[in-house]
């Protein structure tokens, strides 16, 4: 599904502050395969998950998802793009706080054009996958993290993505929260969704669901 050909990003190119992020990236990823991008802070993982959300140009490769190339797509059709195929989780949330748990998840399907009847059935459909439909009147500033990062996994589903891409989505999460982030990851794998995570948190490391780990380290891939 996803092809990553001699990607590189350079931050602040051709000044005294340049920075090379990604070097010559070269990866595959199966469909409903689950991959863990692992690395330490700084070392490209990030980078590589926003460019293949196309929430960011590399300098340049390539990648290419389901035949598309997605690498240079001008910034309306990146969002088009998302909206209808990728699903992101990220460690910050990136919820709306003075909105409650239903309006937050309900937001990527505003501009797709579905009716208000079509965007109720998804939103349940989503509370029901991320166990937060209790939840779902309540303002986000009053959640706990385990309940905001449960409320940002159905905004995630909602759209019904073929792909799954999660930045640190363990960082703000207790042990016993992130036990039960695991356990919907595991979930949505059964539901055949490709799902890229780019951590470093080891509660990841030899999980029986995971189909592969990628290391990287100063932004190159590491055998």
Do not use: W
Request: some cysteine; hydrophobic content about 40%; proline content about 3%.
């Amino acid at each position: 599904m996803i092809k990553v050909n001699n990607l590189n990003k350079i931050f602040n190119e051709n000044t005294k502050k340049e920075f090379h992020a990604l070097k010559d990236i070269n990866i595959q990823i199966q469909t409903s395969s689950c991959v863990i991008l692992k690395g330490v802070s700084g070392s490209g993982k990030s980078t590589l998950l926003s460019i293949l959300g196309a929430l960011s140009k590399p300098s340049s490769g390539d990648v290419i998802i389901n035949n598309d190339s997605i690498a240079k797509l001008p910034d309306l059709h990146s969002s088009l793009f998302r909206a209808k195929n990728l699903g992101f989780i990220f460690q910050s949330y990136n919820l709306f706080n003075e909105l409650n748990v239903e309006e937050n998840i309900s937001i990527p399907l505003v501009p797709l054009g579905f009716s208000q009847k079509e965007i109720n059935q998804k939103v349940q459909t989503a509370l029901n996958l991320a166990n937060i439909e209790h939840k779902k009147d309540e303002t986000v500033s009053n959640l706990s993290g385990g309940e905001k990062q449960r409320t940002a996994i159905a905004r995630a589903l909602v759209n019904n993505p073929d792909i799954i891409l999660c930045d640190e989505p363990t960082a703000n999460l207790d042990n016993a929260n992130s036990l039960k982030f695991i356990e919907v990851i595991k979930k949505l794998k059964e539901l055949n969704k490709t799902i890229i995570i780019a951590t470093h948190d080891p509660i990841f490391d030899n999980l029986d669901f995971v189909d592969n780990t990628i290391n990287i380290k100063d932004g190159c891939i590491c055998e």
